[in-house]
């Protein structure tokens, strides 16, 4: 009878392990065991998984082929995981793997009222939790800073009981922040930075409340249009030319092309005079480094040498 007890508080113990609870916007999720059965949305969230080493514990991915963001690296990284739909999933996508954890974001594969949200997944037992910079479209946050991405990584690595691994990547992360900002804090001004997604009879772009606004400025930048109270959002051509961009940066991806979104500001009659087209300063950065996931950082040391090359030239071999 003894012997029962204690293996049955042994097999209790181990069910119980992981119970553990983390935010996602304005819940809290809770869990008594990792999820086994997951799927993701968007490259750069898939990413994130990815750097986790959880490709096991997932069952598929969504939303990158439908919008051409699809590289070979992640392929090879993916190896036998199914693309589940080429943009935004189904309920019924996500029932046909037998999903149990949706890793989505509001706009990044989820909308308010939408048919895919935390509430009309619950009764189907699937948890979801959300990117942490996209809660801004469901209830009050600070502006998109790098402690989006590592909250992220660090609740991922909860959830799914690699806390070690999760806090030696986002140990590294901060590691390259802090060396990113030790060479542009001896910059004489910050840039004047604006970011083209896309758009032509409106840009779309980065506010604040985007992760590629704290790029900017850790790169020894400032974001023209940082007092734009969104994330992602569409603002007008008047206010880029007025503002005056030393720089701009470029998101590569889609159906139009870098050179052809440069080539189509070069021609823009109201941007003839803008410092950043007349000294054909552009850096052009792709979709998964624009967007909260494990590229920010290396994207950000790429934005800091285009904005202050004469610094990173200086720098001498680490």
Not at 84 to 106: H, M, Q
């Amino acid at each position: 009878m003894k012997a029962y007890t204690l293996l049955l508080g042994l097999v209790l113990t181990s069910s119980f392990a992981h119970a553990t609870t983390v935010s996602s916007c304005d819940r809290q999720l809770n869990f008594t065991k990792p999820p086994e059965r997951a799927v993701s949305h968007d490259i750069n969230l898939t990413e994130m998984m990815f750097a986790l080493g959880l490709q096991d514990r997932m069952v598929g991915y969504s939303g990158i082929s439908g919008y051409l963001k699809l590289t070979d690296k992640f392929k090879q990284q993916a190896g036998n995981l199914p693309q589940l739909a080429e943009k935004t999933p189904s309920i019924e996508n996500l029932l046909a793997v037998n999903a149990d954890f949706f890793f989505a974001g509001w706009n990044y594969g989820m909308r308010p009222g939408g048919p895919l949200t935390p509430h009309t997944l619950k009764p189907f037992d699937i948890s979801v939790y959300e990117l942490t910079e996209s809660c801004i479209h469901i209830m009050s946050k600070k502006a998109a800073n790098f402690s989006d991405v590592y909250n992220d990584l660090l609740n991922l690595g909860t959830i799914f009981g690699v806390e070690e691994k999760a806090k030696s990547l986002v140990e590294s992360l901060k590691a390259e922040i802090a060396d990113i900002a030790s060479i542009t804090a001896n910059k004489e001004k910050p840039v004047s930075v604006f970011l083209y997604d896309s758009g032509q009879d409106a840009p779309f772009t980065a506010g604040a409340f985007a992760i590629p606004n704290a790029m900017i400025e850790a790169a020894g930048g400032v974001n023209i249009v940082n007092d734009l109270p969104s994330s992602w959002a569409k603002t007008n051509w008047e206010t880029v030319a007025e503002r005056n961009p030393e720089v701009i940066v470029i998101v590569d991806y889609g159906k139009t092309t870098a050179a052809q979104k440069i080539a189509f500001l070069q021609q823009h009659p109201g941007l003839s005079h803008v410092s950043a087209i007349k000294n054909q300063r552009f850096v052009t950065i792709d979709y998964a480094e624009a967007t909260p996931g494990i590229k920010n950082v290396a994207a950000t040391r790429k934005l800091a040498e285009a904005f202050h090359p004469a610094l990173f030239r200086s720098k001498p071999e680490r």
